[in-house]
């Protein structure tokens, strides 16, 4: 069976029909060419975007001159009441000291240790998911709390069960469906005077949960002040030193950069695991082949073991193909470009897509098929190094990407050891693009033990 794609538009639509079909979700917006094009132009009477699929122009803009194409302002202002300066916003000089700081706490070794705290949510998401043996059970909202768990879990030491945890879990939820999706700023055609209205119930929620987020981390600075600090990534990342400045993140710095964890790093991973579960109840002889690995593993793997987890690997690689959590992103031009005999002027927004170029069909074979084995082939590897990038690419790329390969892999590794899903035919999901990629109405599988 295909996975569910979205439907595309007609090529041609007036603009005032686009902004309607775009306000209601951005993939189904977009015109079925975008899966052939190498790139596309958007002519809005205000600004241009031009969408790029070509590998070698990917590269430029993210890996080679990742300086001359920095975030779109237009992106940030939808975020900024929720994540002031965080390092997901900013540019240029801040950026770099930013990362300066937090990237050492995501590091290979430092992954290790947070691994622990990963295994006690992973086995708390599959004890609740093993309560409802039986029941069709909605995956989107397990996994979105599971992943809101190992957050809390690896950031601060907290299970969601405490109440400062819940209550950000909650207000988070409530955040996200106020807020339209992160791009949207960027192809909506108005001009960049006219002022951005957010609505009172989103400030006034991003507002609220900086506030939690105030009193996690002032918890925690007393805590490093007094000795007692538990070691996890809040401690170590409020703890290091900028290696150039010898500067640590002020309360409010890291404030801002919590909120952006929790905000990246909850959502995405959520959809990844959810859309990972829903393919592999769709394709049985690869959820058997998941679990006759996981079994081999036995009851409680450790950190090295999650790289013998290969068959696991390859279907949340493919899912994260099938389903980039982020599906767009957006850069800014910062002087005139010239990409395939086309003049992008300064301030053109550039529109990179790893929801189309993962399914790129001059690209991939069997683009919109499933086939975890494609990883194995020489297309596969040649477009996993040309044309994947579902934690984008560069020096900008996920931090929390290595991070989110483990707790990915062993979820669906763990889940898969002990239960069966199934999809119900009459529920097939139709993927739409939130904050990130989800189901419009949830995905719904039956569980059953083993
Ligand atoms: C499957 C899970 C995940 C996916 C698919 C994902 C994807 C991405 C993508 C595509 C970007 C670049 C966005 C852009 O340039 O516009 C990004 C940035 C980021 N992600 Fe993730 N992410 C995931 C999990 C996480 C986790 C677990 C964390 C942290 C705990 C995290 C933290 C961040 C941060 C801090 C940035 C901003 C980096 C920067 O701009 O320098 N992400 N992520």
Redesign the pocket.
């Known amino acids: 069976m295909t996975p569910p794609k979205p439907r595309s538009r007609p090529d041609k639509v007036s603009l005032r029909r686009y902004v309607k079909l775009f306000r209601e979700d951005i993939l189904s917006a977009q015109p079925a060419r975008l899966y052939r094009a190498w790139m596309a132009e958007f002519k809005t009477p205000f600004f241009r975007s031009y969408l790029i699929n070509q590998p070698d122009l990917v590269k430029t803009v993210l890996k080679d001159r990742p300086l001359d194409f920095p975030?779109s302002g237009r992106i940030s202002e939808g975020l900024r009441p929720l994540l002031g300066d965080s390092?997901?916003l900013t540019n240029g000089a801040l950026?770099q000291k930013q990362?300066r700081i937090?990237d050492p706490a995501?590091e290979g070794g430092r992954l290790r240790e947070t691994y622990p705290a990963m295994w006690e949510a992973a086995q708390a998401a599959l004890a609740r998911l093993s309560a409802r043996t039986g029941e069709v059970v909605e995956i989107e909202e397990q996994t979105s709390h599971a992943a809101a768990d190992i957050?809390f879990r690896t950031l601060f030491s907290i299970p969601i069960e405490d109440a400062l945890a819940q209550k950000v879990f909650h207000e988070f939820r409530a955040y996200q469906r106020t807020q339209p999706i992160l791009n949207l700023a960027a192809f909506l055609p108005l001009p960049p005077w006219m002022p951005r209205f957010f609505r009172a119930d989103t400030k006034a929620a991003a507002k609220r949960i900086r506030g939690l987020i105030t009193e996690l981390t002032e918890r925690r600075r007393a805590e490093i002040a007094a000795g007692r600090a538990p070691d996890d990534l809040a401690t170590n990342i409020m703890t290091t030193r900028d290696p150039e400045t010898g500067e640590r993140f002020s309360t409010e710095e890291m404030v801002d950069q919590v909120a952006?964890?929790f905000l990246?790093?909850h959502e995405?991973?959520a959809s990844?695991l959810a859309w990972a579960l829903y393919l592999v109840a769709t394709h049985p002889e690869w959820q058997e082949r998941l679990a006759e690995e996981a079994q081999a593993l036995g009851d409680a793997p450790d950190f090295a073991d999650i790289s013998k987890l290969k068959l696991s690997r390859d279907v949340f690689r493919e899912a994260?193909r099938l389903y980039?959590?982020?599906p767009m992103?957006?850069r800014e031009t910062t002087c005139p470009e010239r990409f395939r005999d086309r003049d992008l002027p300064k301030g053109a927004q550039v529109v990179l897509s790893?929801w189309h170029q993962h399914r790129h069909e001059r690209l991939w074979d069997n683009p919109d098929g499933f086939d975890p084995a494609r990883w194995g082939t020489e297309n596969g590897r040649q477009c996993m190094r040309e044309a994947y990038?579902?934690?984008?690419a560069g020096p900008?790329?996920?931090?929390?990407?290595g991070?989110?390969m483990v707790?990915?892999v062993l979820m669906l590794s763990l889940i898969l050891r002990d239960l069966k899903l199934t999809a119900l035919p009459d529920k097939v999901p139709e993927p739409v693009a939130f904050l990130t990629v989800r189901a419009r109405d949830g995905i719904h599988l039956a569980v059953d033990r083993r």
């Open positions: 975030k390092v997901f950026w990362r937090i995501f957050i952006i964890f990246a790093g995405t991973s990844a994260l980039p959590p982020v992103m957006v790893p990038m579902p934690f984008s900008r790329v996920c931090t929390g990407a991070f989110a707790e990915g």
